[in-house]
Structures are given as structure tokens and as C-alpha cells.
């Protein structure tokens, strides 16, 4: 193995997503069998799993120059042919988001559940329009469709929150207790924090380099924090006396107040 | 040099800004949440309270209904089977004294009868069409007007407490009819819609406008106990066309 690989894949952050896909398929694979048909813990593993391939995928594009090239030319990114953007873009930004809101979309009731499900769809309608009419192309930094994505997963949030300030369930439960409501809070603070250097990114990557890289790294922060939430959610029945269960919402269920009684 | 610096010094408090706003946002909605819960739990609290005391006043109403009952078939029907059960058995005849017998068997048949109606343990054993076509038979029988039941062989069956509630609504309902509509028909039915169980109780009585207000709080109280237990009561009547009430029974 050269030094390019050791360059490659040798990095705190992808290290630790390692660790954690690794943690996390431990614990899915105890899970029993009914749990795991749960999208509760599934789809935490899913997206874990899903950044572990992607991350792994774009240190060896890192590593491969030849292959990123000509993924690059391919794409029409002759301009820039050390750039992963278009992975970067594509996972990142527009997958996990659509994944995130999948998650989101699990804890909320069946109306909510609607507005979740047209979000995802306006998501990859503009998206593919930004992305196909040449707007933003796939392969540079995409800030209008980062934009897009966030405010969406902030509106998302905002319909748990307010979930949780109304549905009997959630009245019932301890929010600091709830799994659902850390993660929530995490998704939060992430899409916020990186919101202004995420959409003023050309800015500042022509200005302030260092500084871009700096912001980056908490970016990274938040995403191994997000994770080591998700790992927790799958891990969550292991530790009953620390995390209560989360209230689950059929398509069909009524709430009523006779149910309480 | 100097407006890319304001430049980066905005977009600096801007993330710090936003981080903070959400932080406050998270922290505001979890004290939020515990005050929220706070009131519900107390919501939750006077709907228990005000649902048992519904069930406490329509135990003692039946309770008073069966005493009054009680009452008159001691005074009407056993005072009288008694009385006559003494004579046959003063009699010297045989034959008088076999029917004294005969009586007392039929008392002791009695007694037992009305000894389970004290207490409200038939309301277990009762399905509510069984009660509502027993109701409907005793008014047949008084000769006041004619009465039918149409139902549906799956209506299905309800716990006690909503059964008691529902047996107290439909009796007040059929009270009304008879107090006030003077009917020449009553009719209930029983149907499923949409998934949902309902008993429609119709008269051809007077009927009445339901836009002036009552005086009473006789229909107020119908429409509480309903929602106590989950469903729903609603009325439509017109002078001269007789009323319809319909009870929507909770799932």
C-alpha cells in the first residue's frame, strides 16, 4: 500500500465513521427480528450504512485520481478534475437529506406524515431541475439546493416540535428521554451551523480557505455527533431504564381522549 | 480588504446567531412541552373525574328507576299474588290449597326476578338491542303507540360502564318521546355507517323547533354523557314531522 492510500483513508473522520457502521451493524444485527422490521431502527442503520459506503467511496476516489477524472469528465468537469464535488453533492446533500426526512417522517402523525411525504417529492422535483437545467451543475458546490434541503429538514423539525407540543403520546413521554427529540435536536443545530457556511461556501472558499476548512471540521463534528445518535437509536432497547420508547403513529390511528382514559 | 472583512464578520455572528437561536428554540420547547404536560395530565384529570361522576349519576338514576320499580311490583304484583296465595291456602278445599301452592311458587318466581334487577349486574348480561327491544315491547304494551326495531345481526357488544351510559341515553331519549312527542310510532334503528356503529331513534310525533332554546338541560346532558363515553348525540325536529335523534357509539 502507498502513501497516497495511508493519505486516502487514514483520517480521523473516516475512522470514526467506521467505527461507528461498525457499532451500529453489531447492535442492528442483535436486534430481534420484529425491531429490525421497524423502521425506527432501521432506517438510522440505513443511513448509517449509506455514509459509510459514500464516505468510503469518496476516500478512494481520493485515492483513484484516474477514475475521479474521468468521473468528472464525464459528468462535463474538465475545468476541475480533482474535485469529488458530484459525490459530495449527490449523497450528501440531496440522499441523506431525502433520508433524513424519511426519519423524520416516522415520528410524526398520519397528517404530518402527507406534508413529509410532498416535501420529499418538491425536494427531488427541484433538485433534478436545478441540477439537469444546468443552474447548479453536479459536479461544483451547490448552495441553492443545500438551501432548499435544510429548510425543509427545519420545517420537518418544526412539525415534530410542534407534534410534540400537541399529540397525547408525546405529552405523555419525557422528551429529554426520547431518542427521537436528541436526534431531532442534533439534525437541528447541524443544518444550522453549517447552513451559512454551506450556502456561502464559493464565498468563502475564495476568500478565507483556512478558514473553510475550519467550518468544514464542524461539519464533520456534527455528522459523527448525528451519528453517534443514530447508533444510539438502534442500540436504544438495550437500555430500557435509559431511554423510553418512542410513540408510534399507524396510518389509520385516531387520537382520542377516551384512549387516555 | 475592509468589506470582505464585514463581509466574513457577518456571516460569523450569523452561524453563531443561528446556532444560538436554536439552541434557545430546543431549550424553549422542552419547558414548553413540560407545561403542556402539566396541563394535560390536569385535563386528562377532570375528564376522569367528570366521567365517573356521569357513571356515578346514571348508576343511582337506574338504581332510583329499579327502587320505584321494585316498589310498584311489590304493591301491584306480589302484594297481590300474596294476598291471594293466603286466601287459597286458608281454604279447607284441597284443591284451593294446591293453587295457594301454585302462588307461592309464582311469588318465589317473582322475587328472584326482581331481586337481579337491584343490583346492576344485568347490564353485563344484557346486549343493548335485547334492552332496547325490551323497552320498546313495555311501551307497545302500555297501549300508548306501536313501536319497531330494525337492527343488524353484528352491532356488536360494549363494556359495561359504556353500556350503562348508553342504556341512561337511550331510556331518557325514550322518556322524552313518550312525555312530549305523543307518537303513533317509535321506531329505533340499529345500523353500522362508514365503520361506525349508530342508534337512530325516530318518532312521528309532534316535534318541535329545535332553534328555540330549551328551558330544560335535559338535551345538554344527553349530548355530555355521549362524549363522556366517546360518541356523539345529535337531533333534527320539525313541528308536525316528529324527530330524529341519532347516538354515534364510540368505536
Not at chain 1, 132 to 160: D, H
Not at chain 2, 76 to 102: C, R, T
Not at chain 2, 214 to 233: D, P, V, W
Request: charged content about 20%; hydrophobic content about 45%; some cysteine.
Amino acid at each position: 500500500m502507498d502513501s497516497r492510500f495511508f493519505q486516502a483513508f487514514v483520517d480521523w473522520y473516516l475512522i470514526s465513521i467506521d467505527i461507528l457502521f461498525v457499532l451500529g451493524f453489531i447492535y442492528f444485527f442483535k436486534l430481534p427480528k420484529d425491531k429490525r422490521a421497524n423502521s425506527f431502527y432501521w432506517l438510522p442503520f440505513l443511513i448509517l450504512t449509506f455514509t459509510f459506503i459514500y464516505e468510503n467511496f469518496g476516500a478512494y476516489t481520493n485515492y483513484n485520481f484516474e477514475f475521479k477524472a474521468r468521473v468528472n469528465a464525464f459528468l462535463g468537469n474538465t475545468e476541475f478534475p480533482n474535485y469529488n464535488l458530484w459525490l459530495y453533492n449527490i449523497a450528501n446533500k440531496q440522499i441523506k437529506t431525502i433520508l433524513y426526512l424519511f426519519l423524520i417522517k416516522t415520528w410524526l402523525e398520519p397528517p404530518k406524515k402527507r406534508i413529509i411525504n410532498w416535501m420529499i417529492i418538491g425536494f427531488l422535483i427541484i433538485t433534478q431541475f436545478l441540477q439537469f437545467s444546468g443552474i447548479e451543475p453536479i459536479y461544483l458546490n451547490q448552495p441553492i439546493i443545500f438551501a432548499i434541503g435544510a429548510n425543509m429538514v427545519l420545517v420537518a423539525s418544526g412539525l415534530y416540535f410542534m407534534g410534540m407540543m400537541t399529540n397525547e403520546k408525546y405529552l405523555a413521554t419525557n422528551p429529554l428521554r426520547l431518542l427521537s427529540f436528541w436526534m431531532m435536536t442534533f439534525m437541528l443545530f447541524t443544518y444550522s451551523l453549517t447552513y451559512i457556511a454551506s450556502v456561502s461556501l464559493t464565498y468563502l472558499y475564495t476568500n478565507y480557505p483556512t478558514l473553510v476548512i475550519s467550518l468544514f471540521q464542524i461539519d464533520l463534528a456534527m455528522g459523527i455527533l448525528n451519528k453517534l445518535i443514530l447508533i444510539m437509536a438502534i442500540a436504544s432497547p438495550k437500555f430500557p431504564n435509559l431511554f423510553e420508547e418512542e410513540p408510534i403513529f399507524d396510518t389509520n390511528e385516531s387520537l382520542d381522549i377516551q384512549s387516555s382514559l | 480588504m475592509q468589506p470582505e472583512a464585514n463581509q466574513f464578520t457577518f456571516l460569523l455572528f450569523s452561524g453563531a446567531f443561528l446556532a444560538v437561536l436554536m439552541g434557545t428554540f430546543v431549550v424553549a420547547m422542552v419547558v414548553l412541552h413540560r407545561q403542556r404536560q402539566i396541563q394535560n395530565r390536569e385535563r386528562i384529570e377532570k375528564l376522569k373525574t367528570e366521567y365517573e361522576k356521569t357513571l356515578l349519576n346514571i348508576e343511582n338514576e337506574i338504581q332510583q328507576d329499579t327502587l320505584s320499580h321494585v316498589g310498584r311490583e311489590l304493591h301491584d304484583n306480589i302484594g297481590q299474588l300474596l294476598s291471594l296465595a293466603k286466601l287459597y291456602l286458608n281454604s279447607s278445599k284441597p284443591e284451593k290449597q294446591a293453587e295457594g301452592k301454585e302462588y307461592l311458587n309464582q311469588i318465589i318466581q317473582e322475587v328472584r326476578g326482581l331481586s337481579k334487577t337491584l343490583n346492576l349486574d344485568w347490564v353485563e348480561s344484557v346486549r343493548l338491542e335485547e334492552f332496547i327491544g325490551q323497552q320498546l315491547e313495555k311501551i307497545k304494551s302500555t297501549g300508548h303507540c306501536e313501536t319497531k326495531l330494525e337492527t343488524i345481526e353484528s352491532f356488536g357488544s360494549f363494556p359495561k360502564d359504556q353500556k350503562l351510559v348508553l342504556i341512561r341515553v337511550i331510556q331518557e331519549c325514550l322518556n322524552n318521546t313518550l312525555k312530549h312527542a305523543n307518537p303513533n310510532l317509535i321506531e329505533i334503528k340499529l345500523i353500522e355507517e362508514q365503520g361506525a356503529r349508530k342508534i337512530q331513534i325516530i318518532d312521528d310525533g309532534k316535534g318541535f323547533d329545535t332553534k328555540q332554546e330549551s328551558k330544560g338541560s335535559g338535551m345538554f346532558n344527553l349530548k355530555k354523557r355521549m362524549e363522556t363515553i366517546g360518541g356523539k348525540f345529535s337531533l333534527s325536529s320539525e313541528v308536525g314531522k316528529g324527530t330524529f335523534i341519532e347516538l354515534e357509539l364510540p368505536n
